[in-house]
């Protein structure tokens, strides 16, 4: 369905049981510089166009190939529920995976393996700072090549990004992924800003002051300050 944001239409995708990695490839100069975007939607759907083709449609004449992913956001008939953590891994898997194989065939689609990002946005934003934060967790088991490659971004831009799934979460986003009554225990393992060590990606964050929706305090600037404490460029 299509909606209107800021006086404009945006598209509204859910249901996602099927990931899907489309891969733009700048038909001028090339930096040899890719960013995987995930769009946000609350772990419930995917804004595909204002948080994903519109954001690829911006890079590309700088130079920057995009992949824009997919990831699965469900809990329609006999799929589990989304999101990427305890019971239901699939965001993290598909961002795992997208990272793998954009290294994979980084020569073929002319990038610096050395020089691959990712690109969230609200809830798309945990996705990415889950992988800047948690790439070498053993979500799946491994398929082929690109399931053996270095998931690790080189950096990272985290855009209103949903971080913690305590005090301050997107209750959403807390529900998709933890379940309705989530254990103080889960809460703890999967906020992110509680998570950061020495080899996370350095990180871009940008906020709304006035965000009612993911407050930044507890979210971004959260993340932010964790980022600085472990000396990891923010």
């Known amino acids: 369905?299509?909606?209107?944001?800021?006086?404009?239409?945006?598209?509204?995708?859910?249901?996602?049981?099927?990931?899907?990695?489309?891969?733009?490839?700048?038909?001028?100069?090339?930096?040899?510089?890719?960013?995987?975007?995930?769009?946000?939607?609350?772990?419930?759907g995917l804004a595909i166009d204002l948080e994903g083709t519109e954001v690829c449609d911006w890079l590309l004449p700088r130079g920057?190939?995009?992949?824009?992913?997919?990831y699965r956001v469900t809990d329609v008939?006999?799929?589990?529920?989304?999101?990427?953590?305890?019971?239901?891994?699939m965001?993290?898997?598909?961002?795992?995976?997208?990272?793998?194989?954009?290294?994979?065939?980084?020569?073929?689609?002319?990038?610096?393996?050395?020089?691959?990002?990712?690109?969230?946005?609200?809830?798309?934003g945990h996705v990415a700072a889950s992988i800047a934060t948690r790439f070498a967790a053993n979500v799946y088991a491994p398929i082929d090549a690109a399931d053996r490659g270095d998931a690790r971004p080189s950096f990272a831009g985290l855009m209103y990004p949903v971080i913690t799934m305590g005090e301050g979460a997107h209750?959403?986003?807390?529900?998709?992924?933890?379940?309705?009554?989530?254990?103080?225990?889960?809460?703890?393992?999967?906020?992110?800003?509680?998570?950061?060590?020495?080899?996370?990606?350095?990180?871009?964050i940008c906020l709304a002051a006035d965000d009612e929706i993911v407050p930044p305090f507890q979210n971004g600037i959260a993340m932010f300050g964790a980022l600085r404490g472990a000396s990891i460029p923010a």
Not at 64 to 70: A, G, N, P, Y
Not at 96 to 122: N, Y
């Open 1 to 44: 369905p299509k909606e209107l944001i800021g006086g404009k239409t945006a598209t509204w995708v859910g249901n996602v049981t099927r990931p899907t990695m489309t891969v733009y490839s700048p038909s001028g100069k090339n930096a040899g510089v890719a960013v995987v975007v995930f769009p946000g939607g609350g772990y419930q």
């Open 64 to 70: 920057i190939t995009c992949v824009l992913l997919k």
């Open 91 to 124: 965001a993290l898997e598909d961002a795992q995976r997208t990272m793998g194989l954009v290294r994979l065939h980084a020569a073929e689609w002319h990038i610096d393996p050395h020089k691959i990002g990712v690109l969230g946005f609200s809830a798309g």
């Open 171 to 204: 209750p959403g986003s807390v529900n998709k992924l933890l379940g309705e009554t989530p254990s103080s225990q889960s809460v703890a393992d999967w906020s992110l800003e509680r998570h950061v060590a020495a080899d996370a990606a350095p990180s871009f």
């Open 77 to 89: 008939g006999p799929y589990p529920k989304s999101g990427p953590y305890p019971e239901s891994p």
